[in-house]
């Protein structure tokens, strides 16, 4: 038998054993590609959690930063309104020096956010609010950030029904959407017990409006009902990002203590693969409260 047939057999006779060691190499990166993609949460901290501070210059984005990378958080979320041009544009170099400081501590900029108000009759006033929105995705594009959080606003007038009103809502987001895909960012709507208080009402917004660039930042102590997680958990597929506060509310809007780990149990059930930010609004040291917010959180994971 010449060698190149003796070799062609064996590797024949082998080729079970390849094909099944093949099989269980494949098995075993898809276990544990599917572990890893399961497991891919990232946290943040909204700036909000530090408003009277950042308002009265006693923190600065900066010090922030390095607040997160201290804890072990993922990224920051830089809100427009403390930047003190607000609402005009920062210069590029503001932006690109907060962009190098994340950089420098191994974090993103995940998040940008500005104030608006889609449900007001003054049409010129809506106008000038994407105008702002416009002018922002693009700062958000510059900064790195994935998504920029938009309102609706709150209703103050009784001369129009809310069906009426949500066909503005849904206009003005298609507009921002087209913005975003220019961009490359989300417009992301947070649901903030203004004008959209159930889940099958945000839903409907999102729906309607149809775009992969608008989408939901989904804040779980903005959604008063007597079933909170309930609709915590409908909202979950939609979601393309989390804010995590200290609290929930009820149908009332009274305010009670957050169950942290019942949202993680949600947020990890739903195969969520994004960042989770948290957001202190109560009393007391903002940094003692999320340390200990992200804590708890992460002990259900």
Same mark, same amino acid.
Not at 35 to 62: C, D, H, P, V, W
Not at 191 to 214: A, G, M, P, Q, Y
């Given at each position: 038998?010449?060698?190149?047939?003796?070799?062609?057999?064996?590797?024949?006779?082998?080729?079970?054993?390849?094909?099944?060691?093949?099989?269980?190499?494949?098995?075993?990166?898809?276990?544990?590609?599917?572990?890893?993609?399961?497991?891919?949460?990232?946290? &943040?901290?909204?700036?909000?959690?530090?408003?009277?501070m950042?308002? %009265?210059?006693?923190?600065?984005?900066?010090?922030?930063?390095?607040?997160?990378? @201290?804890?072990?958080?993922?990224?920051?979320?830089?809100?427009?309104?403390?930047?003190?041009?607000?609402?005009?544009?920062?210069?590029?170099?503001?932006? =690109?020096?907060?962009?190098?400081?994340?950089?420098?501590?191994?974090? #993103?900029?995940?998040?940008?956010?500005?104030?608006?108000? =889609?449900?007001t009759?003054d049409? +010129?006033?809506?106008? *000038?609010?994407?105008?702002?929105?416009?002018?922002?995705?693009e700062? &958000?594009?510059?900064?790195?950030? *994935?998504?920029?959080r938009?309102?609706?606003?709150?209703n103050? !007038?009784?001369n129009?029904?809310?069906?009426?009103?949500?066909?503005?809502?849904? +206009? #003005?987001?298609?507009?921002?959407?087209?913005?975003?895909?220019?961009?490359?960012?989300?417009?992301?709507?947070? +649901?903030?017990?203004?004008?959209?208080?159930t889940?099958d009402?945000?839903?409907?917004?999102?729906?309607?409006?149809? &775009?992969?660039?608008f989408?939901?930042?989904?804040?779980?102590? !903005?959604l008063?009902?007597?079933?909170?997680?309930?609709?915590?958990?409908?909202?979950?597929?939609?979601?393309?990002?989390? =804010?995590?506060? @200290?609290h929930?509310?009820?149908?009332?809007?009274?305010?009670?203590?957050?169950?942290?780990?019942?949202?993680?149990?949600?947020?990890?059930? %739903?195969?969520?693969?994004?960042?989770?930010?948290?957001?202190s609004? !109560?009393?007391?040291d903002?940094?003692?409260i999320?340390?200990?917010?992200?804590? *708890? =959180?992460?002990?259900?994971?």
């Amino acid at each position: 038998m010449n060698k190149t047939r003796r070799t062609l057999l064996q590797h024949l006779a082998l080729a079970p054993f390849l094909l099944g060691a093949n099989k269980l190499m494949a098995f075993s990166k898809s276990e544990s590609f599917n572990t890893i993609r399961k497991n891919r949460l990232q946290y &943040s901290i909204n700036a909000y959690s530090f408003n009277a501070m950042l308002r %009265s210059g006693e923190m600065t984005f900066f010090d922030m930063m390095e607040f997160c990378a @201290e804890i072990g958080m993922d990224a920051v979320d830089l809100t427009g309104y403390y930047f003190p041009s607000y609402p005009q544009i920062p210069e590029n170099k503001k932006l =690109f020096t907060l962009k190098r400081k994340a950089l420098d501590l191994g974090l #993103d900029i995940a998040w940008t956010g500005v104030r608006n108000n =889609f449900v007001t009759p003054d049409i +010129n006033a809506r106008n *000038t609010d994407k105008t702002l929105i416009k002018n922002w995705l693009e700062v &958000s594009s510059k900064l790195g950030a *994935t998504i920029m959080r938009v309102f609706t606003g709150r209703n103050k !007038s009784e001369n129009y029904t809310k069906d009426e009103i949500k066909e503005w809502l849904i +206009n #003005d987001y298609k507009t921002c959407a087209k913005y975003g895909e220019e961009h490359g960012v989300i417009v992301g709507l947070q +649901n903030h017990d203004e004008f959209l208080f159930t889940s099958d009402e945000i839903i409907d917004i999102i729906e309607r409006v149809n &775009s992969e660039w608008f989408g939901l930042v989904l804040d779980c102590g !903005s959604l008063p009902s007597d079933s909170t997680y309930a609709e915590i958990e409908k909202l979950a597929p939609y979601a393309n990002y989390w =804010f995590v506060k @200290e609290h929930v509310k009820t149908k009332d809007s009274t305010k009670v203590p957050a169950n942290l780990k019942r949202i993680a149990k949600i947020i990890k059930d %739903s195969n969520y693969q994004g960042y989770v930010s948290f957001e202190s609004l !109560s009393d007391g040291d903002p940094k003692e409260i999320i340390k200990d917010m992200f804590n *708890t =959180f992460k002990s259900a994971l």
